[in-house]
């Protein structure tokens, strides 16, 4: 008679290792994709104060903030500062002095810039990917209807403004 040795795993043992690698992996992935937001949203948080620098400097070199267009985009650099300072472009004005190198752009959505008609506020909105990120959706009555992209329906969730406004 034969003696047969085991070697090896059941099938029983295999699946629940699988199953076990298969939540794990779920996890870290979820994880992932969670930090990657983040990471996006504070860098667009960071942009909106890097923004607001610059439109500071602007402010005490002409003692008003620019304007804004119909999209959302600064009106102030340029001939006669009445050229749009394009998201991705530069900010300088008529006499060359530059105030950013390159104005950042979302590929995700847009930045939106409203000048206040009194010249002295200027608000400036995204949309935030983590809706849970502290300050997205707080006091949104300066943003609550403005789209923060091309297709009307992405409603901005995050703003900053001049001191002398509330986002």
């Known amino acids: 008679m034969k003696k047969y040795s085991r070697r090896g795993f059941t099938l029983m043992e295999l699946l629940i290792v699988m199953v076990l690698l298969g939540i794990l992996v779920a996890l870290g992935t979820g994880s992932y994709a969670s930090s990657i937001r983040r990471g996006r949203d504070n860098r667009r948080k960071s942009d909106l104060r890097n923004i607001a620098t610059a439109l500071e400097s602007y402010y005490n070199d002409k003692g008003a903030y620019p304007t804004n ?83 009307g329906t992405t409603l901005c969730t995050y703003g900053i403004a001049s001191l002398n406004a509330v986002p």
């Open 69 to 151: 267009n119909s999209n959302g985009e600064m009106v102030g650099c340029g001939i006669g500062d009445l050229g749009v300072c394009s998201w991705g472009g530069q900010f300088s004005d008529k006499n060359n002095t530059l105030y950013m190198v390159m104005i950042p752009d979302d590929p995700a959505s847009k930045y939106k810039y409203f000048y206040i008609g009194t010249s002295s506020t200027y608000k400036i909105y995204t949309k935030l990917e983590n809706v849970r990120d502290e300050g997205s959706g707080v006091d949104q009555a300066g943003y609550a209807n403005t789209s923060c992209a091309d297709d």
